[in-house]
T-cell receptor, first 117, second 111 residues
């Protein structure tokens, strides 16, 4: 399976500032995904990032708030902009991975635990 | 109605117990069903995968899909303290592009 390194693992940020989260994969992947995991809630897809094109955002998420870069097939960043305490959450990077070649599998990074104060 | 519903628990069982974790879903067109396990401060890891209906077994774990009832289950036999984690059901969306998750059930197995 793909191995994902996500940085930072945690951060405490002041409201109104921005944080950029990095996701590095040890193999080339077509699609990378960014999820949010709020306390007591489901993992919610923020956007899908394809290399060479604009990210596709899910309903309720906008590019101005969550700009995403995908400069190559192994790396992506998610920025949480103009943060408020409501943005306190775990942010997870994920890639589609088919370790057996015959079924879908999605591998996740360890996540970035963000606290906005 | 949410696309995937899962009772968050928490669920506490003694070591050796059989654990049953369940989810329901709303869209009968869904075909790919997964269970993820998430330890504290870690990302989710794929545990089981099932396509369409039926059962799939892997060691102490059995995943079951009942499409007629839109109900998916994960059974853990002979549960161990190391099974203590949050278990998330996930379904591949119709477009086949991303996963829809349940809220996760937190399981605690005591020795």
């Amino acid at each position: 399976s793909a191995v994902i390194s996500q940085k930072p693992s945690r951060d405490i940020c002041q409201r109104g500032t921005s944080l950029t989260i990095q996701c590095q994969v040890d193999s080339q992947v077509t699609m990378m995904f960014w999820y949010r995991q709020q306390p007591g809630q489901s993992l919610t897809l923020i956007a899908t990032a394809n290399q060479g094109s604009e990210a596709t955002y899910e309903s309720g998420f906008v590019i101005d708030k969550f700009p995403i870069s995908r400069p190559n097939l192994t790396f992506s960043t998610l920025t949480v902009s103009n943060m408020s305490p409501e943005d306190s959450s775990i942010y997870l990077c994920s890639v589609e991975d088919k370790p057996s070649g015959d079924h879908y599998g999605y591998t996740f990074g360890s996540g970035t635990r963000l606290t906005v104060v | 109605q949410k696309e995937v519903e899962q009772d968050p628990g928490p669920l506490s069982v003694p070591e050796g117990a059989i654990v049953s974790l369940n989810c329901t879903y709303s869209n009968s067109a869904f075909q790919y069903f997964m269970w993820y396990r998430q330890y504290s401060r870690k990302g989710p890891e794929l545990l089981m995968y099932t396509y369409s209906s039926g059962n799939k077994e892997d060691g102490r774990f059995t995943a079951q899909v009942d499409k007629s009832s839109k109900y998916i289950s994960l059974f853990i036999r002979d549960s161990q303290p190391s099974d203590s984690a949050t278990y998330l059901c996930a379904i591949l969306n119709q477009a086949g592009t991303a996963l829809i998750f349940g809220k996760g059930t937190t399981l605690s197995v005591s020795s």
